[in-house]
């Protein structure tokens, strides 16, 4: 069975500083991977994927993430950090059979200013 | 913004009584989701639905139970409400028959307090 970890409840950067937010996953067959970032009291939004193709997905708010297929790593990065991306990250995959998406269990980010 | 909508956004009911949550799409994706999420926590899919007539349990069990008559709607409903169903729920929707792959777009969430 699919499964996505997320190993850090929360990741503190200042701003303008880079930020990594780490997701290792597990599934038979390709992965399909995804981020989502959740605000206080609002429901997910999608920021980037990773379906097939260059290894490097670029998505919305300038944030990136890198797929490791060795690694079996999807870690979303973003050049330089702003106070209003403070927010709940997940990391999710869906298998090839495309029943649906699984979630890991949120890493919370804070971005002092 | 995604077009996917819920009601009520938030939900104070006494135990026992029957709920029902709306879910709607106006994206005419095949696939919509239920995901249980206690604030701040992981999300855990309770049901799901490939299309009209379908629909299937997640990996969460779950005393709620689903319906899909029409392609945008995927109500879920509470038949006798308990404090242990204290929670939000998310609703999702994505594409499935043409992209099977594709990201799920999220509701607003509906924020379910049983007293």
């Known amino acids: 069975a699919q499964s996505v970890a997320q190993p850090e409840d929360q990741v503190n950067v200042a701003e303008g500083n880079p930020l990594t937010v780490k997701c290792t996953y597990s599934?038979?067959?390709?992965?399909?991977l995804f981020w989502y970032v959740q605000y206080p009291n609002r429901g997910l939004q999608f920021l980037l994927k990773?379906?097939?193709?260059?290894?490097l997905v670029k998505g919305s708010y300038g944030f990136e993430a890198e797929f490791n297929k060795s690694q079996t790593s999807f870690h979303l990065k973003k050049p330089s950090a702003l106070v209003s991306d403070s927010a709940l990250y997940f990391c999710?995959?869906?298998?090839?059979?495309?029943?649906?998406?699984?979630f890991g269990k949120g890493t919370t980010l804070s971005v002092s200013s | 913004e995604a077009d996917i909508y819920q009601t009520p956004r938030y939900l104070v009911i006494g135990t026992g009584k029957k709920i029902t949550l709306e879910c709607s799409q106006t994206?005419?994706?095949?696939?919509m989701y239920w995901y249980q999420q206690d604030p701040g926590m992981e999300l855990h899919l309770i049901h799901y639905?490939?299309?009209?007539?379908?629909?299937e349990k997640g990996d969460l069990s779950s005393e709620s139970t689903v319906s899909r008559i029409r392609t945008e709607h995927f109500p879920l409903t509470l038949e006798s409400a308990r404090p242990s169903h204290t929670s939000q729920y998310l609703c999702?929707?994505?594409?499935?028959?043409?992209?099977?792959?594709?990201?799920?777009?999220f509701g607003q969430g509906t924020r379910l307090t049983v007293v």
């Open positions: 999702a929707s994505s594409e499935y028959r043409r992209v099977p792959n594709t990201e799920a777009f």
């Open positions: 599934v038979s067959g390709n992965p399909y």
């Open positions: 990773y379906i097939t193709g260059d290894n």
């Open positions: 999710a995959v869906r298998d090839q059979a495309g029943t649906a998406l699984i």
């Open positions: 994206m005419g994706h095949d696939k």
């Open positions: 639905s490939y299309g009209v007539n379908s629909t």
